[in-house]
């Protein structure tokens, strides 16, 4: 029997984006060196002009609002607004003020991500977030960007799962100096990244804090649901706590949590193993385990306890519009389930608003809204009418399992 179950009010409703994945262009950026340096076969395209969302925006903002969403994840780029150290671009930092008032003009309400995996060349080139000092960088350029989320903004996320920032800072450096990465789950975080994170997020905190008392702050982790097969229950505690529960804690008493969730990982006495045979997969090749989304709230909550949650990531890479409504119905349905339970979950953020660059490819389409790699075209898909209508009725549909 399906029933429904009703949002309570002040729910964030939305689609998240980020600005490298969408903006095209991003010259200035480390990632964007990187897609062209030839050091992995893992890029296998340029993200190029991407969704050219840095001039269509208004577009892509109509639609949201017009389907129904209420509120928008955007991230505004580090790179476009300090293209060199100390060297701050006024046009960049009204680009983006624009699309806060914007989205404001729409009834969007904005959540704010400051930093989603880009960083300004300049500022890998220096080391990144392990040499010193980067912290006080990070605070430098938040306090340049504060125009933009002075007034307006309710919610901003300074850095977008962190522990993906840091692992990838070990696959690099695993790549670059000769190494194989493992063949299944992620290699570990690296430390020194990990605490300048933590270090940086705290300051950012402070700095947003500082300049806009009212904005309420948090950070954004990608969720490590395990699935632990028989003798594989310490090693999954293990992979969890070192990959994603360390960064949680690192949130203890910010006004909210984002969680990210789209997947589990299957542990084993010897570590992670492959997506089983026959196990239903989705275009990134991940197993298609809507129920990731419940477990990933569950955990966060009895890891921060007392810390509101925001869904700030969740979704479905698939070229079927139909498993995209039912991956969705389900990793709601759990979500409702988990509040019913007392999980305090304040919004739910789709990922993605649009098709978009996936860290080295287009092919992995999470968008509820198709975009035509030649003209741009903006194409909603069924899934977005559905997914944007919840934002009018305030009701989640659920599934009786
Ligand atoms: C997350 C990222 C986001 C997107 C999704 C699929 O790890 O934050 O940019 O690529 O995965």
């Not at 903004?153 to 696959?171: G, L, R, S």
């Not at 990793?331 to 978009?356: C, E, I, K, P, Q």
Request: glycine letters at 10%.
């Amino acid at each position: 029997m399906d029933t429904s179950f009703t949002l309570p009010g002040g729910f964030l409703w939305g689609a998240s984006t980020s600005a490298h994945q969408t903006e095209g262009g991003n010259t200035h950026s480390d990632w964007w060196a990187f897609e062209h340096s030839g050091l992995t076969d893992r890029v296998e395209e340029p993200s190029g002009v991407a969704c050219d969302s840095y001039h269509r925006w208004p577009e892509d903002m109509d639609l949201l609002a017009g389907l129904g969403f209420t509120d928008y994840r955007f991230g505004i780029e580090w790179a476009r607004i300090e293209p060199a150290p100390g060297e701050f671009d006024a046009d960049a930092v009204a680009h983006y003020r624009r699309m806060v008032e914007g989205a404001r003009a729409r009834g969007l309400r904005p959540l704010v991500t400051l930093h989603h995996f880009t960083h300004p060349l300049w500022f890998a080139e220096r080391g990144g977030w392990a040499a010193k000092g980067s912290e006080d960088l990070f605070a430098r350029y938040v306090e340049a960007a504060a125009p933009v989320f002075a007034e307006g903004v309710d919610h901003v996320c300074t850095i977008n799962e962190p522990n993906m920032v840091a692992v990838m800072v070990t696959a690099l450096t695993t790549l670059t100096g000769g190494g194989t990465l493992p063949e299944h789950g992620m290699p570990l975080p690296d430390e020194a990244t990990a605490e300048a994170l933590a270090r940086a997020h705290r300051r950012a905190v402070d700095s947003v804090k500082s300049l806009a008392p009212h904005v309420r702050t948090g950070w954004s982790v990608a969720n490590q649901p395990c699935r632990a097969e028989p003798g594989g229950e310490q090693r999954a505690a293990d992979y969890r706590r070192t990959r994603e529960d360390v960064f949680l804690e690192a949130a203890h008493g910010d006004d909210w949590i984002g969680v990210q969730a789209y997947t589990r990982t299957r542990i084993g006495p010897a570590g992670p193993l492959p997506v089983p045979d026959g196990a239903e997969r989705t275009l990134t090749g991940w197993e298609y385990a809507p129920d990731a989304l419940a477990d990933a709230v569950r955990h966060t909550a009895a890891t921060v306890p007392g810390t509101p949650i925001v869904v700030t990531e969740n979704g479905i890479a698939t070229s079927d519009d139909e498993r995209r409504v039912a991956y969705t119905t389900e990793a709601l349905t759990g979500l409702a389930r988990a509040m019913a339970d007392g999980v305090d979950v304040r919004g739910y953020f789709h990922w993605s608003a649009l098709d978009n660059y996936e860290w080295g490819s287009f092919r992995p389409t999470f968008g509820l809204i198709a975009v035509d790699r030649d003209t741009f075209v903006r194409t909603p898909k069924p899934s977005a009418a559905w997914l944007g209508a919840i934002g009018r009725t305030r009701s989640l549909p659920t599934v009786t399992p």
